[in-house]
């Protein structure tokens, strides 16, 4: 007979009846979070982290119940432990670049402007003339530099600024270029002379030319080749009585 189920009361307030063969019993009613004995006589707590392991990463039994908890870097969010973005908060100095890792951060030094990371962690120039990150334009040259860079102009020419044409310098504006006459010519000049004179190795002085010498003229009998500044003369040099003119040497 299930004595349980015939109604009555036949256990106190907080316990329960429990049906044995032939009789029956009366145990203690255990609330959520316990667990009845094996005499049915008192409750014990239930290890909630040791038996269905609850949590994502850290359990803590508590009695009756239990409590989750995240490893130092995470925050508990619907019982799951979601890593936190340190980054978010500045926790680098501002010459430090941050970088968030799994339950932590990183800060690292950052280089100079100009300079970046090599593999080994040392920085190392950035060559902005050969990654063409540059802004030199047009006629300009660029000059790399330990953490920049220069724009400069071609020999002749003056700078304008950086990403602007260079401009010609007119060398004949200068006073004393030329001895003579000066031509202005891109990134260069060129120095003229006249007629009856050449250029000397040095660009600029203009030497007379020897015409009697340089042409070999030759005047004619009784004559003889004077030079002059720019051109030359044949003058009449007759031999005084008595004398005959040398074939070899006039």
Do not use: W
């Amino acid at each position: 007979i299930d004595e349980c189920s015939m109604g009555g009361n036949m256990c106190h307030g907080g316990q329960d009846c429990e049906n044995t063969i032939g009789s029956y019993r009366c145990v203690m009613r255990c609330g959520r979070g316990f667990r009845r004995t094996t005499d049915g006589l008192s409750c014990t707590d239930v290890d909630e982290c040791l038996e269905s392991h609850p949590c994502h990463q850290q359990c803590m039994n508590t009695i009756g119940s239990y409590r989750c908890a995240c490893e130092p870097g995470f925050q508990l969010r619907n019982r799951r432990c979601i890593d936190i973005n340190e980054c978010r908060q500045r926790v680098c100095r501002l010459d430090q670049q941050c970088k968030n890792t799994r339950g932590g951060y990183t800060c690292i030094d950052l280089c100079p402007n100009g300079m970046t990371k090599s593999g080994n962690g040392t920085c190392v120039d950035i060559d902005e003339c050969r990654d063409g990150t540059h802004q030199c334009r047009f006629n300009q040259i660029c000059e790399n530099t330990r953490g920049s860079y220069h724009c400069t102009c071609p020999r002749g020419f003056r700078s304008q600024g950086v990403g602007r044409p260079c401009v010609d310098i007119d060398e004949c504006e200068v006073r004393h270029t030329c001895q003579h006459e000066c031509v202005n010519t891109p990134g260069s000049h060129r120095c003229l002379c006249p007629t009856g004179y050449h250029l000397m190795a040095n660009g600029k002085t203009c030497q007379d030319i020897d015409e009697c010498l340089e042409q070999n003229i030759q005047c004619g009998a009784n004559r003889m080749c004077f030079n002059t500044r720019g051109s030359y003369q044949c003058i009449d040099t007759p031999c005084p009585p008595n004398y005959q003119r040398d074939p070899a040497t006039g």
